[in-house]
């Protein structure tokens, strides 16, 4: 069976049986404890924790999943990998144990057409009813059920929703280990593939728990495992989903698999990575130093890495986009759309790590001089580490590169290091971890979602009723039936005002959406607000104008930014506030001049040409054909709102918008710079903010002509001739330096005798005294060396005639002065920062 087989036979099954499919979400998840979608509930976990109500009680999904803790294995085993898709049926309190357990049964044994006789499967140890339904019901003879304790129980975290697992396991047969079961025999050889998870308790903490008044099911087949069973294969590798890489990763390399184990290995390696790397990116990452960014830099550079150690130079990235988009296109279009960006973000990561990599190479240099000066043969281990964490070098390549020079690698504190950073990746990974929400969820029980109503003006102000007051340290939150405060959502702040009623007054700070339809209006109480007391809950009406002038003109700015920069844009962030707007967007480079100003130049002429913005409700599906783009981060049902602003915004959105573009008044782009790498960030202010700004720019112009005395239109030719006038006096200055140098130059010259020459200089940078050293050396000496101090700083000059190695010397004689240099075997610069030293490093010359 093939992969489009198996994805068409899982889906079409449940969904037969009455489960709605569900698309693949994103692997950049909501849910902000997780780094990526590790598993196919994450993106149904408020369903099943009963923040919001499900579209249907059955689903089905074929999930997309990253996990990263097993990263430096990938290759090295035939079944790992860090993508993957998880397949998988859910019941939101509908069918249970035995439902669950038939269905799977059926798809496995009539739909997959395994052989009964080659299944275990395995329970909880307290899970009696289980066991009872898969031997009586099922008819799974006893000895093929095995109990397990940890293994078989299943939690999102300390506490919240749990239960036991029933797992079911392939036997491979006896080649590939010891019989036994999955409870005794070898792990090769007792393959599980699927998982079924009861959620049937609520763990309140510790050991407590209690029965879930809705039971749900929760089941996991990993998409690759069961594919490779079914095709009867030993390695997920062998099967058609990625027979494309695999071939692409071997002509890449320009060597077949199957000859030798390491070239196998890479070739595994660069096939995952190369997949994994390209639903990355089709997905909205992009290549950083930190969180997902970071992930994506490391697999981009272990492929990269694996090839170059067989010697293979070419670029790896574009065959390697391609051959995933053969295989998995069909099912993620979004991935033949975002073809071209795929390449250009992973071939720019490919370039700059050819860089980095020549870098990693220079500092174990470093350190190899290092060792060797004090007599030390070992490369420790946190160095190892640090050059594999901090700069994408492997270890093996560090080993290799120091076995060269003789000396070995401190292995056992590379594991060290590599362990604790391996255990952090999996708590994160295993971690689907809730804040304390048992008040929220009660209120959503007993009194139902709150119903925001204040999107026109004249809701501004409602009457509404006191449901709930919660007081906590530092704010209490209060919670109405209904309310014309926006919850802080897609970057657009929540909204400030006061709830009054007839003993109190409330005054909201902010407002957040704290559980699945649940506003809080966090703040402060003056005199008593209780429960069930009509109140007139009022906003702030100024701040919420100028906020949805500014987030109406976002929609403006990045429809611009795509319109000028390319489609590649795609927001990674927003900040939507009453005084300013911020955009985050991918983009690789600075814009230029030009670019701003086209940008600022079609956002304002669709300000002026004043179309009316239009809001309408409609299903995701339909939206997506209109062409609405949704934005970072947000989280949309199956009803979406999309706001269509002028000629070229059509996004997704559910905060507050002017009525009428010309509402905004004008846009003003504030500043504009890299936030990280591929990550760009403008800022700009609307209408009053706008008139403001340009209000300090013309006084800031007045106050520079005024100091230049000059006229305001002036002002750049007066400070052009400014500029002019200091180079000049730059130039006079340096040739005077340089005059002085050639005095002091013949000083030394009549002062010294033999062919080495040591001397300090003050009052010089590392330039000048390196011409010093080059002009003393040219008078027939062997060895020159010319230090001196400037502003707190140290710099030295080696100058030779070749029978000695210029930047060696100024290498050793730098550690005097707690620096660092190089250069050429003749010419040679360091500097450093203890001005101590030096008398020490001239003193060491001698001993050349």
Known sequence: MEAAALRST?????????????PSASLIPHDASLLFTIAGMVPFKPYFLQEETPPSPRAVSVQKCFRAPDIDIIGTTRRHLTFFEMMGNFSFGDYFKEGAINLAWGLITEGFGLDPERLWVTVHLSDDEAEAIWRDGVGVRPERIQRLDEDNFWGMGDTGP???????????????????????????????FWNLVFMQYERQGGASMTELPTKNIDTGAGFERVLSILNGVESVFATDLFSPLMETAARLIDQPYGRDEAT???????????????????DGVLPSNEGRGYVLRRIVRRAVLAARRTGAAGSLVAPLVDATIEKMGSAYPALVHDRDLVVE????????????????????????????????????????????DTHGFPVELTREVAAEAGLTVDQEGFAAAMRAQRERARAAAKTLRLA????????????????????????YSAETEVVALLAGPEWSELFVSQTPFYAESGGQVGDQGSIVTETGRFEVVDTQLVAGGLIAHRGRVIGEVLPGQVAAATIDGVRREATRRNHTATHLVHAALR?????????????????????????AAALADEELAAVVELVNGDVVANAGVETVVTSKREAEALGAIAF????????????????HSLEFCGGTHVERLGDIGQVQMVSEGSIGANTRRVEAVTALGALHRVSELDGLLSAV?????????????????????????????????????????????????GPILAARLDGYDGEQLRALAVELQRKGRRLVVVGGALDGKVALAVATDGSVDAAATVRRLAAYVGGGGGGTDRVAVAGGRDVGGLAGALAAVGEE
């Open 436 to 459: 304390d929400d048992a008040h929220y969820r009660d209120l959503v029980e007993r009194h139902g979602v709150t119903e925001f109503i204040g999107r026109e003006p004249e809701r």
């Open 705 to 753: 002509a005024g100091a230049l005395k000059t006229s305001r239109e002036d002002v750049v030719g007066a400070l052009g001739r400014v500029l002019a006038r200091q180079r000049e006096l730059e130039r006079e200055v340096g040739e005077l330096r340089r005059a002085q140098l050639e005095v002091r130059a013949a000083q030394l010259d009549a002062a010294a005798t």
């Open 345 to 388: 973000v992973l071939e720019r990561e490919e370039h700059g790590f050819e860089r980095t990599l020549a870098t990693g190479m220079s500092l174990l240099a470093e350190e190899e001089e290092r060792l060797v000066a004090r007599g030390e043969t070992v490369v420790p281990g946190e160095v190892a580490f640090k050059l594999h």
């Open 632 to 647: 970072f981060g947000d989280k949309y049902g199956d009803r979406v709102r999309v706001v269509r602003a002028g000629a």
């Open 162 to 192: 749990c239960g036991p697992c029933s797992e079911i396991f392939f036997d491979k047969g006896p080649d590939f280990g010891a019989d036994g079961g999955p409870a005794f025999g070898g792990e090769d050889r007792f393959v599980e």
């Open 563 to 587: 319109a000028v920069l390319g489609d590649h844009v795609r927001q990674q962030g927003s900040l939507v506030a009453p005084d300013r707007l911020r955009f985050d967007f991918s983009h």
């Open 264 to 282: 196998d290995v890479a070739i595994r390696r660069i096939a995952e990575h190369g997949r994994a790397m390209t639903m990355l990116v089709s």
């Open 10 to 22: 899982f889906l079409s099954y449940f969904a037969d049986r009455g489960h709605l499919v569900v």
